[in-house]
């Protein structure tokens, strides 16, 4: 323990330096100053640092809970210990409410200045304890409000009675003050608000903690996000709450999707090439390439056109093409599939209804179209609009590739 600096306070010099004498005895930790002027008091704890003030009661220039009342309006927490020897109820009661630490009377007796160390220890390590317990609640509040990690508080009925700003951020809000007083349950998304409202009832019923899991929220703008979310029963303010704490893995999950769709993508490409090699002949790959887009590509209505003339012509269709208005020749100048060949870049087609180009008997709502080189077009069709994603379009850019390739070599294996 280290050491402690104390102000007596009191116009009996000779009784100031007699404390002083006897606490110092008794405890060499205590470093003592006097002071006989009350009045001096505050402009001495404004330059200098103490750790407790003992201050005598009846004083001539002032008493010791006016000085009281003078130490407390530049400091609200100095331990304060009234020392005199003119007690009554009606002092101890008038220094209780002016906020005295503690009271003790003088007696004639050398044991008082026991006590009175005693006592000046014990506020000491009071304030101190406080102060440390004042600090690391300020560092924690300062740790959660700046945290990455979103952190929110909330009721038995889902109310968010506290949110940090990483929270605030997660519900797409500007600040914590808007989203304290809605409910969290509001943010969940709707596949995954069920077990969100079973862990809450969770939390207030059995008093137990929840492991984490992956939980999707929804943001005040619409946005879905992934979180990895624990929840835990927790004392807020005097009364039982529930404390969440969300990491916000959307761009993880995303990453985890692009890898997936890049091991699905490689999958296919194996299994295209697979297939196409099989083909002997430009036919054969063009053929091979509806029944692959069909089959595993799970693609609607597909066909191959081929140049031939100034036309793009039907080299290989669905069977059900037929039924479903598919021409069997076409343009290269006004149709999508012209578009396409000429262009050499591929396209979707989301609505085929809001199409200029639509050249189709009407049978379908959404296209993709893919260039084969100088060779043709690769297409397929659906009676749905927006039936095709940016997935679908790589997938039958990569059976394109790999019939492009097949088809370069049963050329060059003609030539040689």
């Given at each position: ?59 001539p220039t002032q008493n010791g809970l006016q ?328 997938h039958a850019e990569l059976l394109v590739f ?15």
């Amino acid at each position: 323990m280290g050491t402690s600096r104390v102000l007596v306070v009191d116009d009996d010099e000779a009784f100031a330096t007699l404390t002083r004498t006897f606490l110092t005895r008794i405890d060499d930790s205590l470093l003592i100053d006097i002071q006989t002027d009350p009045t001096a008091v505050v402009e001495q704890l404004q330059t200098s640092s103490y750790d407790c003030v003992v201050s005598d009661y009846d004083m001539p220039t002032q008493n010791g809970l006016q000085l009281l009342s003078s130490i407390r309006s530049i400091d609200d927490h100095l331990p304060f210990i009234l020392f005199t020897g003119k007690g009554s109820e009606e002092i101890a009661s008038k220094a209780v409410s002016k906020g005295v630490t503690d009271y003790l009377q003088k007696k004639g007796s050398t044991d008082q200045y026991t006590v009175l160390a005693n006592r000046i220890q014990n506020v000491i390590e009071q304030r101190r304890s406080t102060e440390a317990l004042e600090a690391s609640e300020r560092r924690y509040r300062t740790l959660v409000e700046t945290s990455p990690v979103g952190i929110h508080i909330f009721d038995r009925n889902g109310v968010l009675l506290y949110a940090n700003e990483a929270s605030a951020a997660l519900f797409g809000a500007d600040s914590p003050e808007d989203v304290v007083g809605d409910c969290v349950l509001e943010y969940i998304h709707p596949t995954d608000r069920a077990e969100a409202e079973t862990r809450l009832a969770n939390i207030f019923q059995n008093n137990s903690s929840a492991p984490e899991i992956t939980q999707q929220v929804v943001s005040k703008n619409g946005e879905t996000k992934y979180t990895l979310t624990a929840t835990s029963p927790i004392i807020y303010k005097g009364k039982p709450a529930g404390q969440a704490v969300s990491h916000n893995i959307t761009a993880q999950v995303a990453t985890e999707k692009q890898l997936a769709e890049q091991t699905e993508t490689i999958e296919i490409l194996h299994a295209a090439a697979g297939a196409l090699m099989e083909a002997d002949s430009e036919q054969a790959v063009y053929e091979n390439m509806v029944q692959f887009a069909e089959g595993v590509l799970a693609f609607d209505v597909c066909a191959v056109n081929t140049y031939d003339d100034g036309k793009l012509v039907a080299a290989a269709v669905s069977e059900t093409a037929a039924s479903s208005g598919y021409y069997t020749e076409l343009s290269v100048e006004e149709t999508i599939a012209g578009q396409t060949y000429n262009s050499g870049e591929s396209a979707i087609i989301y609505d085929l209804s809001t199409n200029e180009t639509h050249n189709t008997a009407g049978a379908y709502r959404s296209l993709i179209s893919v260039p084969i080189g100088d060779l043709g077009v690769f297409q397929a069709g659906s009676h749905e609009s927006h039936a095709f994603s940016a997935s679908d379009k790589r997938h039958a850019e990569l059976l394109v590739f790999n019939a492009a390739n097949r088809i370069r070599c049963l050329k060059e294996s003609k030539n040689v």
